[in-house]
């Protein structure tokens, strides 16, 4: 597998469930803007959820930094929405659900698990330029966690707005950075 971090997202078109309705979206909606692309393998099961609902609770302060996640599976947006009107759990979601049943935009991030139909556990963040920042990927019986996740689009944003500064392991925001100098070099 080839590196994915700083290239551009490639281009896309699908339908998701937002908000009670079905809207289209695009690589353009995700331009312009600090986003994560939730990818996981199918609605109505056990992990997926649990990531779901904990993206759901912590969603207001995704929106505080600025940055809109989606969440894509190869399900289809009426299948999203069934799941939606079903699922106390997924009920709370007011991020946009896209599916992806041609399963296109889950082979251009590279988390196409062909044999099942289904994507892995991919998780990218994309910076306002459309470029891919972090890429995290888990096996399926492995599910990730929201604050961790917003701590690491903390790090890219502070990155990002401080060149010549680096954050280093289990970063908070409001912590000592690094400015990498030959003076650090077999200091840390």
Known sequence: MSTYINTEIKPFTATAYHNGKFVQVSDADLKGKWSVVFFYPADFTFVCPTELGDLADNYAEFQKLGVEIYSVSTDTHFTHKAWHDTSDTIKKIQYP???????AITRNFGVMIEEAGLADRGTFVIDPEGKIQIV???AG???RDALELLRKVKAAQYVASHPGEVCPAKWKEGEATLAPSLDLVGKI
């Open 97 to 103: 659900m896209i599916g992806d049943p041609t399963g």
């Open 136 to 138: 995290e990927i888990n």
């Open 141 to 143: 019986g492995i599910g």
